[in-house]
């Protein structure tokens, strides 16, 4: 018996940062057959912020194809569960749909090191979840 993938939605205001490293992290640390995740905004960015594509590109993961979409109800319907990161009341509340914050600092127009800080710090989380689903 295969089962299909959980869908794992990780949302921010402008999809241009903290959402888009953490559904990259993700994809990149999960074991595909169980979960895969997406990431969207409420106010959708035009592009993924540039200091938060170096510091990925730093690690080996390329987000330079990328773009930013829009949250919706339909989106986050199809989730298992939704982890929101700043956008508060603003993200959507779906019956059924898992969900957890993690307030986590905003990279946009950070120093590098200080982006790097951020990114390493959804690296934990993504991988804290992970483990706690039993999804390596």
């Known amino acids: 018996m295969t089962t299909t993938p959980k869908l794992i939605l990780f949302a921010c205001i402008h999809n241009a940062g903290r959402s888009q490293m953490a559904a990259a992290w993700f994809n990149a640390l999960v074991n595909p057959s169980q979960a895969h995740a997406i990431s969207a ?5 035009s592009r993924v912020h ?3 594509r170096e510091v990925m590109h730093q690690v080996g ?3 330079s194809e990328s773009t930013p979409q829009k949250l919706t109800h339909a989106l986050a319907a199809d989730a298992y569960m939704l982890i929101t990161m700043g956008c508060g009341e603003a993200c ?3 019956p059924g749909v898992r969900r957890d914050d993690w307030p986590l600092e905003d990279p946009k127009g950070k120093p590098l090191e200080r982006v790097r800080a951020i990114r ?3 690296k934990a989380r993504v991988e804290a979840l992970i483990a706690a689903e039993a999804w390596s």
């Open 92 to 94: 959507p509340t779906v």
């Open 50 to 52: 540039p200091e938060v």
């Open 120 to 122: 390493d710090e959804v």
């Open 41 to 45: 905004g409420t106010e959708p960015g």
């Open 61 to 63: 993961i390329d987000l």
